[in-house]
């Protein structure tokens, strides 16, 4: 009988057990080889009348199908977390019983996103390069499987994990029929190998300074602040880092080194500071262009991106190996490549032509001071010293300044800017921070009313609209010509804050555009002489501002009495959904869920900004699989941290 028994208790606790293990001898070692099994579920959905369309939810989901024409889809991403060095063999998902549902109308479709800039004749209720085709008389099942997943790597909190997310689809549609298919759960089977930690180095720095030898001597101050800080620090030097490593460019020397500095000493940090020489012929610390388009009539097919220097690893399931992320997957020297084709008679870009598939998990925590010259690095070193030492337990840092209006007038009477406000309020309120609003739709927010507001300070200062490397605006309600020009880059010197240092993060285009640079201007006069000054959507004309010595959001950081303590936003042109969806996806998601990110950090008066930016992107990835979608991709990669990824939010007790 005990011989009988033993097999039946083997199989009971394989069946009810979420983890079980099973050992392969090999002739060489000792393989574990384990299995993950568990079986989501799901409710019943919930199918509501929308106009002419019908919607349809289901409670469990945690982010949405949003391609553009085509039916907005509830989908359920599960994110399972494996130490370094395990192999995920086999992924199995086996969904329960079919069901038939007939609705009643077609379900409501995907708008396309909406360029979030500032610039008065640039924006179109509809852009003629934007059409989407007809989806609601298909015959194609949507979407076309019941599950995916990818695999990626990168940091969770502070340590260094395999993510698998598995994306379920419960609600399948057949618009011909108008009928959904549903299931009421499905079985998640993943088969991995367990795997030696291949990043288990002492850890010898948190933090690493990167900057020419022109601001060594700047650096040294912030260097010893964040060692008496308990945060272990090393000054690299460009030059240095250029003789010791050969990469095909100099931002992947600087890469390489950060790769290094990860397996040799743990680094959690990277502080890059430097940004555009001079008029801006060559970089003190120089950045990774993106050649990720996003298929707009603006006509963007390259931007900076932070993102390179902090996505340090990815996972080659083919080979289950971790590899170098280099931006490069198919080998052909161009960095993030996503590119289209053209087609004339369609009148739109049909069809990928190159692409890079892209871990974008970030390795490490970045940050850029994106300083010009020995005075801005002492400024911003002075600053970061200053807050970490003086803002914890102050009164002041207990507010938060939120401003908005209405991003999109011509859409559905709701205010996206906002309507985003109050939702990042949401997550700020309960921690106990007052909320100061300056809004379009009371008259509160006006061209002048940011310069007092921010001189008051506060502890977060978060704006959500369109922008430029100029200026952060917004639309007065339901009124497309009627703009509100809040706050300018040329008033920044009005701020006196003083110590009173927000953390900003700005909703809009091109705030963050770091690479700006006055021989822009030289050389649009030199290739287009006096059309230059003509607008061309498609063109780097006069009045797309990129000829400007500093952006929006690093002339808020560098202020010498006053400004932000960091500023994130975007390098390039910026997405915004239509409605109560802008909070949904693409910039109003990220904007957003920033701070319930930070709302949710276990030891919230421990945390860095760096981790909470870096999370934020990393939940992005997990829940809209940016390499399916350009402008998610390109949303991740232009979201720049301009500020010290190891400050200590709130200050040190």
């Known amino acids: 009988m005990k011989v009988k028994i033993l097999p039946m208790l ?60 085509k039916p907005i889809l509830p989908v359920y991403v599960k994110t399972y977390k494996f130490p370094i060095g395990t192999k995920i063999i086999d992924v199995e998902c086996t969904p329960s019983e079919v069901r038939q549902e007939i609705i009643s109308a077609k379900i409501e479709p995907a708008l396309r996103p909406v360029p979030l800039i500032n610039l008065k004749n640039s924006i179109d209720r509809i852009d003629e390069t934007q059409k989407v085709e007809d989806f609601s008389s298909s015959s194609e099942m949507y979407p076309d499987k019941w599950y995916d997943y990818s695999i990626g790597f990168g940091l969770d909190g502070n340590e260094r994990v395999v993510f698998l997310n598995v994306r379920c689809y419960p609600v399948r549609y ?43 001597l700047a650096v040294i101050p912030l260097a010893l602040h964040k060692n008496s800080m308990g945060i272990s620090t090393k000054i690299m030097t460009t030059e240095s880092i250029y003789r010791q490593y050969d990469g095909r460019d100099r931002p992947e020397d600087i890469k390489l080194f950060i790769k290094d500095a990860i397996e040799s000493w743990n680094i959690t940090y990277v502080l890059l500071v430097g940004g555009r020489q001079g008029l801006g012929a060559r970089w003190y610390v120089p950045a990774r262009y993106s050649n990720t388009f996003d298929r707009s009539s603006w006509n963007e ?22 590899e170098f992320e280099d931006w490069d997957s198919n080998g052909n020297g161009i960095f993030a490549e996503w590119t289209w084709i053209w087609d004339p008679e369609r009148y739109w870009w049909y069809d990928e032509d190159q692409k890079d598939i892209l871990d974008l998990y970030p390795d490490v925590y970045v940050g850029r001071l994106a300083c ?14 200053k807050y970490e030492r003086s803002a914890y337990g102050q009164e002041w840092f207990k507010e938060m300044i939120v ?36 809004f379009a739709s009371d008259e509160t927010l006006t061209n002048t009313s940011l310069i007092p507001a921010i001189t008051e300070g506060g502890g977060f200062l978060f704006v959500a609209g369109h922008g430029s490397p100029l200026v952060w605006s917004t639309h007065w309600p339901e009124n497309e010509t009627g703009w509100i020009d809040a706050l300018f880059n040329f008033d920044m010197g009005r701020l006196k804050n003083r110590n009173k240092l927000p953390i900003c993060v700005v909703g809009g285009c091109h705030n963050s555009m770091f690479d700006v640079a006055p021989i822009r201007f030289l050389i649009g006069i030199l290739k287009f002489r006096l059309k230059f000054f003509v607008w061309e959507t498609d063109e780097e004309i006069f009045s797309k501002l990129y000829w400007l010595k500093r952006c929006w959001s690093w002339n808020l950081v560098r202020q010498r009495k006053g400004g932000s303590i960091a500023t994130i936003g975007n390098t390039g042109l910026g997405w915004g959904s239509i409605g109560e969806s802008s909070t949904e996806s693409g910039d109003g998601y990220i904007t957003t869920h920033f701070f319930e990110v930070y709302s949710k950090s276990e030891d919230i008066e421990n945390v860095s900004l760096g981790m909470i930016h870096s999370q934020t992107l990393s939940d992005y990835v997990k829940y809209f699989h940016p390499n399916e979608d350009e402008i998610d991709r390109k949303t991740v990669e232009q979201w720049v941290l301009l500020g010290d990824p190891s400050l200590r939010i709130g200050g040190y007790s």
């Open 10 to 69: 083997v199989v009971i606790i394989f069946i009810f057990s979420s983890l079980n293990v099973i050992a392969i001898n090999s002739d060489e070692e000792n393989i574990k080889i384990l299995k993950k099994i568990e079986t989501i579920s799901f409710s019943k959905a919930t199918i509501k009348s929308k106009e002419d369309f019908v919607s349809i939810n289901i409670e469990e989901a945690n982010t949405i199908l949003k391609e553009p024409g």
């Open 174 to 216: 057949m618009p011909s029929e108008d009928t959904i298919y549903l299931i009421d759960n499905v079985d998640v089977k993943v088969t991995f190998e367990e795997g030696k930690n291949q990043l288990s180095a002492e850890n010898k720095y948190d933090l690493v300074i990167i900057t020419p030898r022109r601001f060594y």
């Open 301 to 322: 097919t390259t931007f900076v991106s932070d993102l390179y220097y902090s996505d340090v690893y990815r996972y080659n399931e083919t080979s289950q190996q971790y």
């Open 372 to 385: 010009n010259n020995i005075l801005e690095v002492r400024t911003v070193v002075s600053k970061i010293k």
């Open 403 to 438: 401003a908005g209006g209405d991003t999109v007038p011509w859409s559905d009477g709701v205010w996206e800017g906002e309507y985003e406000n109050e939702y990042a309020a949401s997550f700020m309120e309960p921690l106990g921070f007052e909320i100061k609003r300056y």
